[in-house]
């Protein structure tokens, strides 16, 4: 399904933990790593696309995440017409996304990589917010970015876990 610009509507998921770090899935057979992220079918609301996705990409249920926001628009990017299958070119530009922040409410065991038929990813790992996108495919860097800055707002704070290193004051210290 792709709208009368040639764009196709499209769902992002950017999965964090309790320490506000992202889930990063590894394309199979790729040497690029993105976040989940899929079409959205006829009939189905952004949200719904989302859990579809996030299930059949990352094996998690709605009982694994809480959302924590979505962008308030559509955020598109072109994919190159050397990447385009030949019967698309001229009517298919990019996909436009709803990007929705989740937080991992589950466990990391929960995660599987093969719930679906046809895996996309083969490796995942959880890295900081704010990652260099080096390893993200040139064409979608903008748009995670945007996401991200968009999003950030809706992060929680990380809770302290009273291990040194964190801010308390160490036993024994006198206050000023």
């Known amino acids: 399904m792709v709208d009368q610009d040639g764009y196709r509507p499209n769902v992002g998921i950017i999965i964090t933990n309790a320490k506000n770090q992202?889930?990063?899935?590894?394309r199979i057979?790729?040497?690029?790593?993105?976040?989940p992220q899929g079409g959205i079918q006829h009939g189905e609301t952004p949200e719904q696309a989302m859990y579809r996705e996030l299930q059949e990409e990352v094996g998690l249920q709605s009982c694994h995440v809480?959302?924590?926001g979505r962008t308030r628009e559509w955020m598109r990017y072109e994919v190159p017409q050397t990447r385009l299958k030949r019967e698309w070119r001229g009517s298919y530009k990019g996909q436009k996304q709803i990007w929705f922040l989740l937080r991992l409410t589950g466990r990391d065991c929960d995660v599987c990589l093969r719930a679906s038929g046809h895996p996309e990813f083969d490796a995942w790992r959880w890295n900081d917010y704010w990652i260099k996108m080096d390893s993200v495919i040139e064409f979608k860097r903008d748009v995670?970015?945007?996401?991200l800055n968009e999003l950030v707002r809706y992060l929680p704070p990380v809770k302290s876990t009273g291990h040194?290193?964190?801010?308390k004051k160490i036993s024994g210290s006198k206050s000023p």
């Open 66 to 68: 809480q959302i924590l």
């Open 144 to 147: 995670y970015r945007l996401a």
């Open 29 to 35: 057979r790729q040497d690029s790593w993105q976040f």
């Open 22 to 26: 992202v889930f990063w899935g590894k």
């Open 164 to 167: 040194y290193g964190d801010d």
